[in-house]
């Protein structure tokens, strides 16, 4: 993923792509004040660090559909069709190629 695709996705998301360790210090927070069990602070930051991940995943998602919206609404090619039209034009320049050497002078 680009660099500045990453740093879009962690301005758009927040909270939704944090660091494991700040995970773990805020986790590790609640365990100080009392608030969540010390046997319960792994089971808890695994399961925010999977939410994080799908929320970035569902955000990743949801980014490409609008870019490719956008590039369809302004009929702008994908790299695909760029690459097919490649093949196809190396084809079509040796049939030339080919026909030139089999026709004679024109003089």
Same mark, same amino acid.
């Given at each position: 993923?680009?660099?500045?695709?990453?740093?879009?996705?962690?301005?758009?998301?927040?909270?939704?792509?944090?660091?494991?360790?700040? *995970?773990?210090?805020? *986790?590790?927070?609640? *365990?100080?004040?009392?608030?969540?069990?010390?046997?319960?602070?792994?089971?808890?930051?695994?399961?925010?660090?999977?939410?994080?991940?799908?929320?970035?995943?569902?955000?990743?998602?949801?980014?490409?559909?609008?870019?490719?919206?956008?590039?369809? %609404?302004?009929?702008?090619?994908?790299?695909?069709? *760029? %690459?097919?039209?490649?093949?196809?034009?190396?084809?079509? %320049?040796?049939?030339?190629? %080919?026909?030139?050497?089999?026709?004679?002078?024109?003089?």
């Amino acid at each position: 993923m680009s660099d500045l695709f990453k740093r879009a996705l962690s301005l758009g998301l927040g909270a939704t792509v944090v660091s494991k360790e700040k *995970v773990e210090k805020a *986790v590790n927070d609640l *365990v100080k004040r009392g608030e969540l069990a010390p046997s319960e602070s792994r089971a808890l930051v695994d399961r925010l660090m999977d939410r994080g991940a799908e929320e970035q995943n569902q955000m990743k998602d949801w980014m490409r559909g609008q870019i490719q919206k956008v590039l369809t %609404e302004l009929d702008i090619p994908t790299k695909e069709t *760029v %690459e097919q039209l490649q093949q196809r034009i190396t084809v079509l %320049e040796k049939r030339l190629a %080919e026909q030139e050497q089999q026709q004679p002078p024109l003089l």
